[in-house]
């Protein structure tokens, strides 16, 4: 892929979850058990965990904001693909995604952020039901 994205499918969760705890330690002395149990599972929870990275460069058309979201978007059609392939995903941010000390752990460039990750695997049990919204309450026409 070229540009400022970057994707590292992380099939060592034993690796990210060490990322995760120690990252969790340093931004908090006093974690509780549960939070630890968390952050030390949470790679375990999906067989594969795509890591979305972006990394923008200087560019004379392209600010980075626009590198940003445009990883943003590769993230979203990666979801769309696996769905359309069968599989569930779900996309997840929290404490470990626009992190310095993350970034340095996963030694990315200085420029570099995890601005996602992508839990992949297969669907267990029923969908969750989504919410029907009104499109009025989202969307202005002009005009």
């Not at 392209?62 to 979201?69: K, L, N």
């Not at 990666?78 to 941010?93: K, P």
């Amino acid at each position: 892929m070229q540009g400022g994205a970057r994707y590292i499918n992380l099939f060592y969760q034993k690796k990210l979850s060490k990322i995760f705890i120690e990252t969790a330690r340093e931004l908090n002395k006093e974690l509780t058990d549960i939070q630890i149990t968390k952050y030390t599972e949470a790679p375990f929870r999906a067989p594969m965990i795509i890591v979305l990275i972006s990394n923008p460069k200087e560019h004379p058309k392209v600010p980075a904001v626009e590198q940003i979201i445009s990883t943003g978007c590769a993230g979203q059609n990666i979801l769309l693909s696996l769905n359309a392939m069968g599989y569930g995903a779900i996309w997840r941010t929290g404490n470990f995604a626009f992190n310095e000390l993350i970034s340095k752990r996963l030694e990315l460039e200085s420029s570099a952020q995890v601005i996602g990750y992508i839990y992949t695997g297969t669907t267990t049990g029923k969908n969750k039901t989504i919410p029907i919204h009104d499109l009025e309450d989202y969307v202005v026409i002009l005009g």
